[in-house]
T-cell receptor, first 119, second 114 residues
C-alpha cells in the first residue's frame, strides 16, 4: 500500500538555523499539506499546496516558512531562522483532491512525521 | 471560529466491551468529518469519514461513527474492543473550504485492558 514518507525522522538544530523537512507524497496525489503538533497540543494546519502554489495557509505560516515541490516526487517545508517555539512534530499529508468537486471527498494520508527540536 | 473538540483525554475500556470516543464539531457549511488513529512512531492513519448520506459510517478495523447533526457530534464506536485498538485517536473536520484544511481535536488516548 502506498505511503507518505518523511525525512528525517528527527532533526535537531540550533536556534537561528535553517531546516528543510522533506516529504514524498503518494505518487498520484495532487494536493499536499503540512501540519504540526507541538508537544501536548493539537495538530495544527500550516499550509496546503496544489498546482505548484499555496492554496491556503494558516496564521502560523508566516515569512519564516516556505514550501516547494522541487521535482515530481518531493514536497519540502523550509523553516528559516528557527526559533525555540518551532520545536514540534511536523506532519506531511497528501490527497487526491480536497473537496467534493468531481463527486467525492478524498481523505488525507499522513506521513510518520519529523520531530524538530530547536535548541 | 471553526473547531473540533474531543472532551476526553483518555478512555479506558476492557477488552470485549464496546467503546466510544467522543467528538463534537463546529464548522461552517456542511461538515466533513474524519477519524484518524495514531500508533507510536507512526503517522496518522485514516479510519473513516462522513461526507453525506447515512449518519452511521463504517470504517477500518471494525470501527464506525455516528454523525448527529442536532448534537453536532461524530462519536467513534466499536462494538467489541481489542487490546490492539489501544492508540491515540484524532477527530478532524473541515467546512466549506475547498483547500482541504483539516481542523483537529486534541486527541483521545484509548486504553483497552485485557
Amino acid at each position: 500500500e502506498p505511503e507518505v514518507t518523511q525525512t528525517p525522522s528527527h532533526q535537531v538544530t540550533q536556534m537561528g538555523q535553517e531546516v528543510i523537512l522533506r516529504c514524498v507524497p503518494i505518487s498520484n496525489h495532487l494536493y499536499f499539506y503540512w501540519y504540526r503538533q507541538i508537544l501536548g497540543q493539537k495538530v495544527e494546519f500550516l499550509v496546503s499546496f496544489y498546482n505548484n502554489e499555496i492554496s491556503e495557509k494558516s496564521e502560523i505560516f508566516d515569512d519564516q516558512f516556505s514550501v516547494e515541490r522541487p521535482d515530481g516526487s518531493n514536497f519540502t517545508l523550509k523553516i528559516r531562522s528557527t526559533k525555540l517555539e518551532d520545536s514540534a512534530m511536523y506532519f506531511c499529508a497528501s490527497s487526491k483532491g480536497p473537496g467534493i468537486a468531481g463527486g467525492g471527498y478524498n481523505e488525507q494520508f499522513f506521513g510518520p512525521g519529523t520531530r524538530l527540536t530547536v535548541l | 471560529a471553526q473547531s473540533v473538540a474531543q472532551p476526553e483525554d483518555q478512555v479506558n475500556v476492557a477488552e470485549g466491551n464496546p467503546l466510544t470516543v467522543k467528538c463534537t464539531y463546529s464548522v461552517s457549511g456542511n461538515p466533513y468529518l474524519f477519524w484518524y488513529v495514531q500508533y507510536p512512531n507512526r503517522g496518522l492513519q485514516f479510519l473513516l469519514k462522513y461526507i453525506t448520506g447515512d449518519n452511521l459510517v463504517k470504517g477500518s478495523y471494525g470501527f464506525e461513527a455516528e454523525f448527529n447533526k442536532s448534537q453536532t457530534s461524530f462519536h467513534l464506536k466499536k462494538p467489541s474492543a481489542l487490546v490492539s485498538d489501544s492508540a491515540l485517536y484524532f477527530c478532524a473536520g473541515r467546512g466549506s473550504s475547498n483547500t482541504g484544511k483539516l481542523i483537529f481535536g486534541q486527541g483521545t488516548t484509548l486504553q483497552v485492558k485485557p
